[in-house]
């Protein structure tokens, strides 16, 4: 059974539509990158699904793990294994990073009715983690983001998702932003933590990130659907001839 | 660095609070309670006679009682202040009583009221484990009587005096009269010249030449009976090269009435001494619709009166129905060292107008000022500074910020900072911001798993790092704590 099943959905972000009845499921272990044109809607599906005020849902289900996941508030989805890899990361001044995250990480233990873990389990855990994601241990001792450049909020992203270690992984356009080596460390990263369990839906907009972690499907998602399906070549097609001319003889 | 700080003091925490006061402190008003024991005291009302009563039941020698009286007489001329952001209902005077006190005399802890040992332990001041535990001496006022001292011997050891007021007049009056006054005068303003008239008693320290004082000293008040109005009169004298960390936290049962507390802190820095002055207030603030609450109008003032000396204010303020209160420095001798770290939280209908006033004498004097005002509910935050370089303040700096953060729609944040510049080497720097919890932030946290609740917390906690690192370990942790508990219900 599929982990996550997107059933002609439809949102509206004030007042204005913008995913048109969208289907879409993913298995755990599989990797969907979701392409397409700016405004096609690839953020919303993004914070749609996390679960952000301020888009509505007005048709369609999307069920994860057999539970509808719109039902959720966002701190549940979040202890139920959905994660959201942040366009835009924000800062919360002032709050350490580590403190941050063991703050989420015990949350969400919490609410899975699991032991919490102590400063010293968590720190033993954060260094694992640091050593996979080859990132500095700088990085935990800074306020949340404040002050780190774009590259080095984007691999904090990963980061955290590498301590939280979510079943489900939106990653939206996580490669923006990048030179290309900071687009080779956010690939390693990712790639090292795909696993048979979980899942990943890899929002972007460009298809170098592609190269880096190679998807197992490419879905077009033009004006608020998916127009077309396909494994990893689509994306070096949509490279070639670009988003213009997709999605045309797609029934509405 | 500050993630493992909070870490280790969650964990002494743990330690030290007995399990109802963390389940108190996860719910509303913790320390609303009354504490069952027999009070005698003076009838309400406010004359020469009440004056001289009070004197008189404290055993004070005849200046003592003449000093209060002045500052009676100088206190029936003054008006009351109106300039603050504050709206206040007027105070009856004449329906406060100005002297209560448990009834048995009691000499050493062991003769406390067993009850009376219990509402500290249910505020998390165990008296004797906390003090044992943490090294804090510990002079707990209870109403208007001081009614233990603790570490007293290893304090006289290293020749530190530390004790109540009524005791320093009549032990060490030469100290007294020479220092007390010399800050704050009894005509001051018409708090502190209500307070010297009638105060019921405080501490006093006294801090020998070259000795830095071996332990963090505490004191812990505690507004009891009804009606009573609590006038904490505090002296602090650093002599020469001397060190000393106070620390000052209040907390008070529950009820209906508004009470009046119009303390006057003193503090005299001479030459090269230090002196930290740390405050954590949380008075009852009163209900959601601004029913009760304390009335809180302090005047606290240091004197660089010593060349290179220092002295630094760190503040807590989350309760009081109303709060006004400047903790100032007068920096007097050359490069002396003024600071101001305050953290003001108003909800619901609190009012506060809180600020501090830096006044530059002395050549190459420096001042601080960090100031942070969180406002939820439908209350009204204001900073209210004054930083004055007067003539002689040949390159005196002054650096201020402000920071206001928002909690929803129906509160409000003020800024009102004064400058007084009659020096041109002088320099003043002065910034200011106001922000909201942002829904970017909000999400955020939820996305990671955090509830809207803790989220709030955190965002605000990471908002006042820069004054909670000022305070001793202690206090940083109910600090945070006490804007928990203080902001539940500002979200959602």
Known sequence: ?252 | MSSSMINENSASTTLRDNADVAEALGRSYAAGFVTEIEMTGLPPGLDEDTVRQISAIKQEPEWMTEWRLEAYRHWLTMPKPDWAKLDIDPIDYQAISYYAAPKAGLKSLDEVDPALLETYEKLGIPLHERAALAGVAVDAVFDSVSVGTTFRKQLAEAGVLFCSMSEAIREYPELVRKYLGSVVPTGDNFFAALNSAVFSDGSFVFIPKGVRCPMELSTYFRINAQNTGQFERTLIVAEEGSHVSYLEGCTAPKRDENQLHAAVVELVALEKAQIKYSTVQNWYPGDENGVGGIYNFVTKRGDCRGDDSKISWTQVETGSAITWKYPSVVLRGDRSVGEFYSVALTHHCQQADTGTKMIHLGKHTKSKIVAKGISAGRSSNSYRGLVKMEKGAEGARNYTQCDSLLIGKQCGAHTFPYMEVKNPSAIVEHEATTSKISDDQMFYCRSRGISEEDAVSMIVDGFCKQVFRELPMEFAVEAKKLLEVSLEGAVG
């Not at chain 1, 015990?106 to 899975?112: E, F, G, M, P, T």
């Open chain 1, 1 to 252: 059974m599929s982990m996550l099943i997107i059933e002609n959905l439809h949102a509206r972000v004030e007042g204005k539509e913008i995913l048109k009845g969208l289907s879409l499921s993913v298995s755990a272990g599989e990797v969907h990158a979701i392409m397409g044109p700016n405004g096609a809607g690839k953020s919303t599906l993004g914070n749609v699904l996390s679960g952000r005020d301020g888009y509505e849902v007005t048709a369609g289900t999307v069920t994860y793990n057999g539970i509808d996941l719109l039902a959720l508030e966002p701190e549940v989805r979040a202890a139920a294994g959905v994660f959201l890899a942040f366009q835009y990361p924000v800062e919360i001044p002032g709050v350490n990073n580590t403190y941050f995250l063991r703050a989420a990480f015990n949350a969400q233990r919490k609410a899975r009715g699991e032991k919490e873990f102590d400063s010293m389990q968590f720190l033993k855990l954060v260094r694992e983690k640091l050593k996979v994601m080859q990132i500095s241990d700088e990085l935990l001792h800074r306020a949340v983001n404040e002050g780190f450049s774009g590259g080095e909020k984007k691999r904090n992203e990963i980061f955290q998702m590498a301590v939280l270690e979510p079943q489900l992984a939106i990653l939206d356009e996580t490669d923006s932003g990048l030179d290309i080596d900071a687009l080779k460390h956010v690939a390693d990263g990712v790639n090292a933590l795909r696993s048979p369990d979980r899942a990943f839906l890899m929002i972007t907009h460009y298809q170098r990130l592609l190269d880096y972690v190679v998807p197992d499907f490419v879905h077009v998602l033009a004006d608020g659907r998916i127009v077309e399906s396909g494994d990893k070549s689509l994306a070096l097609k949509l490279e070639e001839h670009g988003y213009a001319g997709l999605g045309e003889g797609v029934a509405a």
